[in-house]
């Protein structure tokens, strides 16, 4: 009798289960489809546990596109009514939760790195430094890249061993900062990595304001010609089809693509700072 109990109970716990999933499963597509930039990629192996630490769904996930499969980790609210992406870190120690979310889930991920034709890329100024080629593809908009582009300029600046070239990269559906960017970069050269900084440690109104001071509002106004905006669909284009990265922050270096803060800045500088 024991038995039977235990069985009524269970099948509920049973389709509740089944539920949350298929609901689960339903919004992160919902969400995949209107935030990725290319629409030929397909869910792959999804997983998911709800983490009581964290009080957030863990969903752990691939997509795939031809032969290229992009390990993605998404933090989901309890209602499924948000969505995080990012990582996640113990306020107390420091520490990162999402690699090892990631890893219970699905096991390491694949590595990131791999080679790149550069014949063919269209590599525009002003470049920083005086080295070995980076090619760095960002959008200020991304906070990860928000993180490393600062960081990354400052160390260049300091020892200028390499020669960084900057792609833009749209990043949600606010462009106003990359067409600010593509306007220095073609009319005001001299100020484009000095701004470039200011995009990426201050908000945008911030930022804005900065440029103002430096070249009046009537240069900001003039810079929304549309050669400008081709020169930065061109360079979305290339980054996203032709040299075919997975997320951003990205760098090309010695040939080969890497992505990440910390792998980026391990093959730079050889370590996290």
């Known amino acids: 009798m024991k038995k039977w109990w235990f069985l009524f109970l269970l099948i509920p716990l049973i389709c509740l289960a089944q539920e949350d999933e298929k609901k689960l499963r339903e919004t992160i597509e919902r969400f995949l489809q209107k935030s990725l930039p290319s629409k030929s990629w397909q869910l792959k192996d999804m997983k998911y546990v709800f983490d009581n630490l964290v009080g957030l769904y863990v969903v ?6 031809g032969e290229e499969e992009k390990p993605v980790l998404l933090y989901v609210s309890r209602k499924m009514d948000f ?3 990012g990582k996640i ?3 107390k120690t420091g520490e990162e939760l999402s690699k090892g979310h990631y890893v219970n889930l699905m096991g390491e991920p694949p590595s990131l790195k791999r080679g ?9 100024g002003p470049v920083l430094g005086q080295g070995e080629m980076v090619i760095l593809m960002s959008s200020p908009h991304c906070p990860h890249c928000r993180e490393l582009v600062p960081q990354l300029i400052k160390k260049v600046k300091e020892k200028p061993n390499f020669s960084l070239y900057y792609k833009g990269v749209f990043f949600g559906k606010d462009h106003t900062l990359e067409g600010l960017i593509e306007c220095v970069r073609q009319k005001k050269p001299e100020l484009f990595w000095d701004f470039l900084l200011q995009c990426y440690t201050l908000s945008q109104e911030k930022a804005i304001d900065w440029l103002s001071k430096r070249l009046g509002k009537g240069f900001i106004e003039g810079c929304k010609e549309e050669e400008l905006s081709e020169a930065l669909r061109r360079d ?3 980054v996203k089809e032709k040299i075919r990265i997975n997320g951003i922050p990205a760098v090309i270096f010695k040939g080969k693509v890497y992505e990440g803060t910390n792998a980026i800045l391990q093959v730079l500088f050889g370590g996290k700072n």
């Open 116 to 124: 790149i034709d550069l014949k063919g890329l269209n590599l525009r």
């Open 89 to 91: 870190y113990d306020a």
């Open 83 to 85: 969505i995080i992406v």
């Open 236 to 238: 979305d284009i290339e």
């Open 60 to 65: 752990a996930l691939k997509l795939k596109e």
